[in-house]
């Protein structure tokens, strides 16, 4: 096994934006779902005005095979897209390290 000091520079970049972002605490599968609803009040305006309608935020996900919508409430919605840019970016991340090491299985470099 090679020590990390013999990956390109931006092998090595990935890696340690890796580490920094594991070290942070949550991270999430999932899409982040805005919805727009009337409430059941027949006095409240998001009955009439469209652009009225009460918001919430749901966290959609896939669970052994079933779709999940959780609620968000309005106190956890920064943490939770936090958590879900993390899990994004750190994906992101791991396709383009594998992709390097493709690149390099392919042209036979240890």
């Known amino acids: 096994m ?6 390109p520079k931006d092998h090595r970049a990935q890696y340690s934006r890796l580490r920094l972002l594991l070290q942070e605490p949550g991270l999430i599968r999932g899409t982040l779902v805005e919805m727009r609803r009337a409430c059941g009040k027949k006095s409240c305006r998001c009955r009439t005005e469209p652009e009225a309608r009460h918001r919430s935020l749901y966290l959609g996900l896939s669970l052994n095979g079933k779709h999940r ?27 383009q390290i594998s992709l390097g090491f493709l690149e390099r299985l392919e042209k036979r470099e240890r």
């Open 69 to 95: 919508m959780l609620y968000i409430p309005a106190e956890w919605e920064g943490r939770v897209k936090e958590w879900v840019a993390r899990y994004s970016e750190v994906r992101q991340l791991l396709e």
């Open 2 to 7: 090679l020590p990390r000091t013999a990956l």
